[in-house]
């Protein structure tokens, strides 16, 4: 029924993309519209009965799943028209009545609608705490705002940081199948890691050289991990301040190392003496 007259409506406009695909607004697919319009669409027609017109303004109908090209196939043989364009600008008039315009490519025509209804497929953002959790864990985030995982083909499921994994739209847009199948790939990798007794870290972790280090501070805001921190060098509290970094939290990406003006942090098996070294034995071989 239409929301502002409770009475059912003749005349039914679905509008794809709101938000989406669009570089004023989120560049990204939001990924469930098109389905979530097609069974609205669907819903309309067998609630409604074939006297009311449906029609679906898209850019493109992304049906890619099992079963779902199907399902848009069932859509367009109950007579919803699907209208490839998106209209500029929706007008209503003082009296409560709805005018559109669309340029559809199919035809090459500019078409006019009045509908009684219109419904915005609008796309998916990140939560409004996604901010705070992302500095709260420090996991980084992309460049559309969701959290960002360890590799897209290689880690899928993690995160940089160990032991922390990712599951459903709080990594990006995703269907329920999707979500699903992420979420419990991420539980069993979870579950491996409980069930293990041990963690294994990384060789590469950064190491202080105090006698270097100045105090200066700059390292400690850096670390997107919160590894370092800075104590006095006697038990006391008493002293300069000396930079000291947790093995357990550091990554060893080398933030730390490119930013210290001292030169008094390094990271295990990669100093600038085994660089320099390996480049002697490569030239002493080639000669």
């Not at 419904?119 to 996604?130: C, H, K, Q, T």
């Amino acid at each position: 029924l239409c929301p502002e007259t409770g009475k059912k409506p003749r005349s039914i406009v679905f509008i794809q993309c709101v938000g989406s695909r669009d570089r004023r607004f989120n560049e990204y697919c939001c990924r469930i519209g098109c389905m979530v319009t097609l069974k609205q669409a669907i819903l309309a027609r067998e609630k409604l009965g074939k006297d009311v017109n449906i029609y679906v303004c898209y850019i493109d109908i992304r049906s890619f799943g099992k079963g779902y090209e199907e399902f848009y196939r069932k859509a367009r043989e109950m007579g919803i028209t699907f209208i490839a364009g998106i209209p500029s600008e929706i007008r209503v008039y003082e009296d409560g009545s709805i005018y559109l315009e669309v340029y559809d490519k199919l035809t090459c025509r500019l078409l006019g609608i009045k509908p009684d209804l219109v419904v915005l497929a609008s796309g998916l953002i990140p939560n409004y705490d996604i901010e705070r959790i992302s500095e709260l864990l420090h996991i980084s985030r992309g460049s559309d705002g969701f959290l960002l995982e360890a590799h897209p083909k290689l880690r899928p499921l993690e995160s940089a940081m160990s032991g922390i994994f990712l599951a459903g739209t709080c990594q990006g847009p995703k269907d329920i199948p999707d979500t699903i199948a992420q979420a419990s790939g991420a539980a069993a990798k979870a579950v491996n890691l409980l069930a293990s007794g041990e963690l294994e870290l990384e060789p590469l972790k950064g190491v202080v050289n105090e006698e270097l280090c100045s105090g200066c501070r700059i390292c400690e805001p850096l670390c997107p991990y919160s590894a370092i921190i800075m104590k006095a060098k006697d038990a006391a509290g008493f002293g300069n301040l000396k930079a000291e970094i947790f093995e357990v939290l550091c990554q060893g990406c080398g933030l730390c190392e490119a930013a210290c003006p001292s030169k008094a942090i390094k990271i295990h098996h990669h100093t600038d003496e085994q660089y320099l070294d390996q480049v002697r034995a490569a030239c002493l071989g080639e000669n």
